[in-house]
């Protein structure tokens, strides 16, 4: 019915249409092993007033260290969150007692949605969803010797 020029017509027409309809999900695919960490709305929240962190003892607690994103750079999100907890003098880090807090006014309570990515070594998320802005949160933690630490982690996104 048709030459063959005009079935090629066809079929190049055919092919730009699913292009066309499947490009967007392709687009919504690359982002979707992405979990949320700090919504827009969290975000929108006023700031903390108090941002006291010290907790001193005598005895040294473990240790937070913020490994990405670095606290000093702009990213872009989803973003690879990693923190690392060190504990001293042959004790180890309870992740069953770390608390994660977004500081704002009244703070987040981010814990949960962190659990499964904690361990006794840290925290590794490898896409967190955070909206623009700088974002700070409070980890609070200890070893199993009793000992407690406090640190804040800075996330600035572009």
Not at 4 to 24: D, F, G, L, V, Y
Not at 68 to 73: A, Q
Not at 136 to 152: A, H, P, Q, W, Y
Request: charged share 25%; with cysteine; hydrophobic share 40%.
């Amino acid at each position: 019915m048709f030459g063959p020029s005009a079935r090629k017509a066809m079929e190049i027409r055919t092919r730009i249409i699913i292009i066309t309809a499947c490009s967007p999900l392709l687009l919504l695919c690359t982002h979707a092993s992405a979990e949320v960490l700090i919504t827009a709305s969290e975000a929108a929240q006023p700031p903390s007033s108090d941002l006291s962190m010290s907790v001193r003892g005598i005895t040294r607690g473990p240790s937070v260290d913020q490994i990405s994103p670095s606290p000093t750079v702009a990213v872009h999100s989803p973003l690879e969150l990693k923190i690392k907890f060190t504990a001293h003098n042959g004790a180890n880090v309870d992740p069953a007692a770390v608390k994660v807090l977004y500081e704002k006014e009244a703070p987040i309570d981010l814990t949960d949605r962190l659990r499964k990515y904690m361990s006794s070594n840290g925290i590794d998320m490898p896409d967190a969803e955070v909206p623009p802005g700088t974002h700070l949160l409070r980890v609070e933690l200890k070893d199993s010797l009793g000992r407690k630490s406090v640190s804040e982690v800075k996330l600035r996104v572009q």
